[in-house]
Nanobody
């Protein structure tokens, strides 16, 4: 069984920064992809960024240059550093772990960007 525990969401003003963390536990193979998705009200869940266990990264066009995904393999933890936040970044952010094509989800953490 796999568990994902997220932290770091909150309210921030436009132009501000937040850092999300997600710790995975359970039956985790060393080869996997961890990442972040988000879902705004009335919209579909979308990929924000992900990173393989080898360090290859993938970003949505809307966050390139502002967000950075990283991971600590020893801690089975993935991070999302979010800078220059915009109101349109407001959403519930979900941690995701893919192992051999099977996806696991965290409970979600709210990020609100507002003045």
């Amino acid at each position: 069984q796999v568990q994902l525990v997220e932290s770091g969401g909150g309210l921030v003003q436009p132009g501000g920064s937040l850092r999300l963390s997600c710790a995975a536990s359970g039956n985790i193979f060393s080869s996997n992809t961890m990442g972040w998705y988000r879902q705004a009200p009335g919209k579909q869940r979308e990929l924000v960024a992900d990173i393989t266990s080898g360090g290859s990264t993938n970003y949505a066009d809307s966050v390139k240059g502002r967000f950075t995904v990283s991971r600590d393999n020893a801690k089975n933890t993935v991070y999302l550093q979010m800078n220059s936040l915009k109101p349109e970044d407001t959403a519930v952010y979900y941690c995701n772990l893919k192992i051999i094509g099977i996806g696991y989800w965290g409970q979600g953490t709210q990020v609100t960007v507002s003045s």
